[in-house]
């Protein structure tokens, strides 16, 4: 596979999201910390020397850092920024969102249910109220700007990129051009006037609008339409467009779109006083007719249930779907397809197992998790190609301290081999032994001994008690009821075990002194109370 590109010798470019005026940005990897990012990269047009490279990059720090200011969960975190090497590419680092562009949730004829557009906007003016207290105004809040992460949280992006590009501080841009998009653009914005936080105020007015309605503000043939629209003509009320509109929803509409800057409301934090009536409450549950657009997050249930912890690690929508073709089903695909298909897994294999010894885990379970859903199609979500996919996958994710993730992997992982090769086969039995140990990471410590000493049970009756498998689930129990404050019983475990470990592999073996270690530790705790036994 050809070596993606890196930048600052760490950040490998894997995939590009987005093409801009501003620049780029990139699905990335930290080789660092192990962890996907996202990444900015900003072609500045007038770098024409290495010390003007030098001084916009002082510059773009400057403002990177005003953006890390902006301490709250709906702005992406701020990990690095730099100039690359060759001093043409600034570029910025930053937390990777897993979610949907606002753009998606806008259909003409489907309009959001109300508290569906409520709880955007609400979620939208929570976030400018943290950075107009730094003090930073967005310029070019809209829609392809606002994600919506899995959890229903809105997240708002490129705080900060617009101020970098600003006509009046550097040539980055056409002079005389202004920032921002000219569907959301305020009045004083086209003039280039002043830039106020009452600004980002109009940007919300347009994009609550647009989600209430369906539409834009303003529609028009041409940049120069758009704009002069935003200056002189009067938007068309939301209740015209939409009969079920609340007077006083449509009232603050249309006071975020007033032509003036003073003649809109005072500062974000009136806007979500008033949009506090149109939320959902505390418990309330969603009713049908409240339903928004298939296949999205729901940004209400923040609201419904603040603080919510996740959803369980073994609930079935945690479990990774079954292909539609059923285990028994694959799909037929021509032998030349599948004998291509074959070589990109054993690509895909090689490149795992590079990124494994360098210890790239996070990074590991990406590259096998992208094989899996073609392979699957291909071969059938059972074969022994994608089983084997999906059980990378789940290791990695387990040695990147993922637990959650990989819990479901591994017992669906368990269920899928027992059909495949039997529930005694190494395979499946190996499976449900580590989704054990991901619940005893999880802290599930009595249904992680409960899968253990099943495993074990079945263990033993093939292969002994002495066993590779057997004394490494003998040891794992032993520490699982320790972690449960049951000294005593994690004693009458591992003394045993010890013995044995001891008769087998010698007392200088590494798993006998970790597990003497253990009962020296554990003597000390049951103050002398327990035997002695010699090895």
């Keep these: ?68 200011r902006i301490q709250h969960p709906g702005v992406p975190q701020v990990y690095d920024a730099d100039l690359d090497e060759s001093y043409e590419q600034l570029f910025l680092v930053m937390e990777l969102v897993d979610g949907v562009p606002l753009t998606a949730y806008v259909h003409p004829d489907h309009p959001l249910p109300l508290s569906w557009a409520v709880a955007v906007a609400a979620q939208v003016a929570t976030v400018l109220s943290y950075a107009h207290d730094v003090p930073v105004v967005h310029r070019d809040l809209k829609p392809s700007n606002v994600l919506v992460a ?49 600004t980002d105020l109009y940007a919300l007015g347009c994009v609550l609008h647009e989600l209430l309605c369906g539409r834009p503000l303003f529609g028009g043939d041409s940049e120069w339409q758009l704009m002069m629209q ?41 806007v979500y006083e008033r949009l506090r009536p149109f939320l959902p409450v505390t418990g309330e549950e969603s009713v049908p007719e409240e339903a928004g657009p298939a296949g999205v997050p729901d940004p209400t249930g923040i609201f419904r249930r603040p603080y919510a912890p996740r959803s369980r690690a073994g609930s079935a929508s945690a479990r990774p779907a079954a292909s539609p073709a059923g285990p028994d089903a694959p799909p037929a695909v021509p032998a030349a397809e599948r004998e291509a298909l074959r ?31 073609p392979a699957a199609r291909a071969l059938g979500s059972e074969s022994k190609a994608v089983l084997g996919l999906r059980m990378r996958r789940a290791v990695s994710r387990q040695l990147a301290g993922d637990h959650r993730a990989a819990l479901p992997e591994f017992e669906a992982l368990a ?16 499976s449900r032994a580590q989704a054990a140990r991901c619940r005893g990471e999880l802290g599930q410590v009595t249904e992680a001994l409960a899968g253990l000493h099943g495993v074990l049970d079945v263990v033993r009756s093939v292969d002994g008690d002495v066993s590779e498998n057997a004394v490494e689930l003998r040891r794992d129990i032993g520490m699982l009821l320790l972690a449960q404050g049951r000294a005593a019983d994690a004693f009458d475990v591992l003394d045993p075990l010890h013995a044995d470990l001891c008769l087998v592999f010698g007392p200088d073996d590494e798993l006998t002194a970790e597990v003497a270690e253990t009962l020296a530790v554990i003597r000390l705790d049951l103050d002398g109370d327990v035997p002695h036994s010699s090895p």
């Design 230 to 270: 935003h200056v002189n003509a009067a938007p068309t009320p939301l209740r015209q467009l939409r009969a079920d509109v609340p007077a006083a929803l449509e009232e603050l509409v249309l006071h975020l779109l007033r032509k003036a800057p003073e003649a809109r409301p005072a500062d974000v934090q009136e």
């Design 343 to 373: 070589e990109q897994i054993l690509d895909v294999h090689a490149h795992y197992r590079a990124l494994m010894e360098e210890e790239r885990y996070a990074q590991a379970a990406e590259v096998v998790g992208e094989m899996i859903e």
């Design 415 to 430: 269920d899928a081999y027992a059909r495949v090769s039997g529930p005694s086969s190494e395979e499946a039995l190996d």
């Design 1 to 68: 596979m050809p070596e993606p590109r890196r930048i600052a010798g760490r950040y490998e470019l894997l995939e590009q999201f987005s093409h801009g005026g501003m620049g780029d940005v990139w699905r990335g990897y930290d080789a660092v910390l192990d962890r996907p990012v996202a990444v900015k990269l900003i072609r500045p047009q007038a770098v024409t020397s290495p010390h003007l490279a030098q001084e916009l990059e002082k510059r773009f720090k400057r403002e990177a850092r005003i953006t890390a």
């Design 150 to 198: 899995r959890d229903g949280t809105v997240k708002v992006l490129d705080f900060g990129i617009a101020a970098i590009l600003r006509t009046d501080v550097t040539k980055l841009t056409v002079t005389g051009s202004p920032i921002g998009t000219h569907q959301y653009m305020a009045p004083e914005q086209v003039r280039g006037g002043r830039v106020t936080p009452r």
